[in-house]
């Protein structure tokens, strides 16, 4: 067995999940949802694997780095991180249906990954040899990761909000009738920010304290680290959004879709588009 | 002072104190900052000076989006902000510290209204029986209770982590401790670049604002390396070095090793491998195509020198061994580059080996010259930057006591429990600063417990 055998499975099992989401949002039985979210951790199971697997393989061509080095392998770990934090969300609060919006990232991330990047292990340059590396890309991920799966829930929210507003009577029925309440989204959409603000706190902390030890300051204004203090700044105004009048409900959920697209862009835009210190991740 | 004064200052103060003025700043310094990441900072490239136009430079320096960080918008954004946030802060701290310091112990009918988690034992115990048997439930439960007499009923009060209510201030604290701390290695600090030779030592560096830096002890490389991986892809760049006090090596920074991702830190000042390069000279033959006129030609470092035919070349890269990069070659290569009379620029490699190589690039490209390649005097030098900032440790204070405080404000909560016991009933009431769901459930377990511990004693 293969590491790339095995993503090649999680693809697949992403996929499959995704579709049986569709299907359960639509059909409404039970065991549709059932069968949805245990080919998800199905996945979850064969990525890790696969992750630990890659990680072996560098050890055996004798270049041995942990599997965060490059943008396919930070595509990948990005993906895995996103099952991980709606698993957790699922075990904790049980609203399965999110599924159907947080694991079309999933499987966005792996299908681009093992389709479109080059999949090559290649030895780290020496900027990257260092085990801060390991803490600020992990801390950052799993943030980024909570920002995906509340920004599928803010538009689970924008979905159900003006539902209920244009329609009152058919309320319970059809594929609505599936979704949480608002309020609900609303308090998962914060329990999510709450698990993601901290850890992209860290994840800067982390990047600083790097490029303090590697380079001897820990912020220059470099297009990477300013893009995840824009990140940094929308998630903090949205925390203070919800104690503010007139800043909560739709409001709070569009700052959350905006805070993930700057994510995004602070991830991948920023080595698309722009130029900076950070080379990491634009390797193709 | 007047009234129209007073109301002046007082909406001042509400303006200061209110959270729509955060949501303003926090977003709008999200916006803003975008400028800074488009437009190159510092003393952008030459391409992109080139790339727009007179007027935009202009418009641009005037605002100055050349270091905007540094402006006086983005510093006065940040200053309202620490303002907003100080404010702020004042005006609840007191509301908060009183929450914390003076309980309210008794369960008034208001305060139940006000609770979302009440629940009503009834209970036909003698009422003192019943306030001992509660307090010791709850001590045993929950937290030791206080209890207190009024109005011919007993009240218990106890509560569980009043503290985490600080928790926020200490987050917005620790914002004010990092600007400190950045502030102190602006003001104090410096940021600056030092190349030095194999085999020498140097005692002043250069800042980044060009100024020349006493370092108050002197430090020599001792020899610099590169290391390749098979590919040929550069594995590790590391510099032998030894600090000098009155030109004696210091015993424990003697053949000190920096590389990349390892730095030296003396004396608060930190030395970080950057870059490196060859000073040593470069030895060349030119000739006509027909290998007649053969000039030797000596390049010192990275300097340009003409040719016999007007083009001017300089070394870019040079290697002992070729066969690292290409398996069928051997012996020295330099990669040139070539600026021709005509304003043409082309990069290519000479060999030492291989002149029929050397040969036919000339060939390929026309007239000529033809460059052979005779070897390199090595003498390397390593390229170091240099930084001292006495705040980087204040900044990292106010970093822990962030993560700390955000942990705190998000994951842990202030609970507290009433007892009401009056006319035959237990009146219990409940709330938490934060995470209501969880605390309804913990709070529904504790009536029930509650419950059964005040029925089952009646049974004997
Ligand atoms: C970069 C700056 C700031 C950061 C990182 C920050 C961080 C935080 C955090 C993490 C919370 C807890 C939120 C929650 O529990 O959901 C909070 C709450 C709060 N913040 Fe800020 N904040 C900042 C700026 C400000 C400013 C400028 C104000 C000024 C008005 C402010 C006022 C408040 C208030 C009133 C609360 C709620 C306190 C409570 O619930 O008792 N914050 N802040």
Request: zero cysteines; hydrophobic letters at 30%; charged letters at 20%.
């Given at each position: 067995m293969t590491s790339s055998l095995l993503f090649n499975i999680t693809t697949f099992a992403y996929l499959i999940s995704m579709l049986l989401f569709f299907v359960f949002l639509a059909g409404r039985a039970k065991v549709l949802g059932t069968a949805a979210i245990a080919v998800a951790y199905g996945g979850l199971l064969a990525q890790t694997v696969a992750i630990g697997l890659r990680w072996k393989e560098s050890y055996d061509m004798g270049v041995?780095?942990?599997?965060?080095?490059?943008l396919y392998e930070s595509v990948v770990f990005f993906s895995w991180t996103i099952v991980l934090i709606y698993a957790l969300l699922d075990i904790k609060?049980?609203?399965?249906?999110i599924g159907a919006f947080v694991m079309p990232f999933a499987l966005l991330g792996m299908a681009w990954a093992q389709l479109g990047l080059n999949t090559g292990i290649e030895p780290l340059v020496p900027a990257l040899q260092s085990n801060w590396l390991l803490y600020h890309v992990i801390t950052c991920f799993l943030g980024y990761a909570a920002f995906a799966v509340a920004c599928g829930i803010s538009i689970m929210y924008l979905i159900k909000a003006n539902h209920d507003e244009s329609d009152h009577?058919?309320?319970?029925?059809?594929?609505?009738?599936?979704?949480?309440?608002i309020k609900v989204l609303d308090d998962l959409n914060y329990r999510a920010i709450m698990v993601g603000f901290p850890l992209l706190t860290l994840g800067i902390i982390t990047g600083a304290a790097w490029a303090n030890y590697?380079?001897?300051?820990?912020?220059?204004?470099?297009p990477k680290e300013t893009w995840s203090l824009i990140v940094w700044f929308v998630y903090a105004a949205f925390l203070h959004a919800r104690i503010t009048k007139g800043w909560v409900g739709r409001r709070a959920a569009w700052l959350s879709i905006v805070g993930f697209a700057a994510t995004i862009f602070c991830y991948l835009g920023v080595n698309l588009f722009l130029s900076g210190l950070h080379s990491y991740g634009g390797g193709k | 002072m007047t009234t129209q004064q007073k109301d002046f200052l007082h909406s001042l103060w509400d303006f200061f104190c209110s959270l729509k003025l955060t949501m303003f700043l926090l977003i709008s310094l999200a916006v803003i900052s975008i400028i800074g990441t488009v437009i190159p900072q510092g003393t952008p490239p030459e391409e992109y000076l080139a790339s727009i136009s007179l007027a935009k430079i202009k418009l641009y320096k005037a605002l100055g989006f050349f270091d905007m960080y540094h402006s006086w918008w983005f510093i006065l954004l940040l200053y309202l902000l620490t303002v907003n946030l100080v404010a702020c802060s004042f005006k609840r701290l007191p509301h908060i510290w009183k929450i914390i310091t003076e309980p309210v112990k008794v369960l008034s009918g208001a305060l139940e209204q006000s609770l979302s988690n009440v629940a009503t034992i009834r209970s036909s115990d003698d009422p003192a029986v019943l306030k001992e048997k509660v307090a010791a439930f709850l001590k045993a439960d929950f937290a030791e209770p206080e209890v207190v007499e009024a109005d011919g009923a007993w009240h218990l009060f106890a509560q569980k982590a009043p503290w985490c209510r600080l928790s926020v201030y200490f987050v917005h604290l620790s914002v004010i401790i990092i600007f400190i701390g950045a502030l102190i290695g602006s003001l104090f600090g410096y940021k600056g670049f030092v190349n030095i030779l194999e085999g020498e030592s140097v005692s002043k560096i250069e800042s980044r604002s060009g100024k020349q830096l006493d370092l108050g002890f002197a430090l020599r490389l001792e020899k610099f390396s590169v290391a390749h991986y098979a590919s040929g892809a550069p594995k590790e760049f590391k510099s032998i070095l030894t600090v000098l006090e009155n030109g004696k090596p210091v015993p424990d920074y003697t053949n000190a090793r920096v590389i990349v991702n390892d730095p030296l830190t003396y004396k608060g000042i930190t030395f970080y491998q950057s870059s490196y390069g060859n000073a040593g000279n470069y030895f060349f033959t030119v000739s006509d195509l027909?290998?007649?006129?053969p000039v030797s030609l000596t390049v010192e470092g990275k300097a340009s020198v003409n040719l016999p035919d007007g083009s001017s070349m300089h070394v870019l890269e040079a290697t002992r061994d070729v066969s690292e990069f290409a398996k069928d070659l051997s012996g020295p290569a330099a990669q040139v580059e070539l600026h021709t009379p005509d304003g043409k620029a082309e990069s290519f490699v000479v060999y030492a080996n291989h002149p029929e190589l050397n040969l036919q690039h000339a060939k390929e490209h026309g007239k000529g010259p033809v460059l052979h390649y005779k070897g390199a005097e090595e003498r390397m030098y390593t390229g170091l930057q240099v930084a001292k900032d006495p705040g980087v440790e204040i900044v990292w204070l106010g970093c822990l006591l962030m993560v700390v405080g955000i942990y705190i404000a998000f994951f842990m909560s202030h609970r507290r429990i009433w007892v009401r016991i009056q006319h035959g009933a237990v009146t219990v009431g409940g709330n938490a600063s934060k995470n209501q769901g969880a605390f309804q459930q913990s709070f529904e377990g504790l009536v029930a417990r509650l419950t059964t511990d005040l029925t089952k004693e009646k049974q004997p």
């Open positions: 041995g780095h942990a599997p965060l080095s490059n609060y049980k609203y399965r249906v009577k058919s309320g319970e029925a059809g594929i609505m009738g599936m979704f949480p309440p590697a380079w001897g300051t820990y912020w220059s204004w470099d | 027909d290998g007649k006129n």
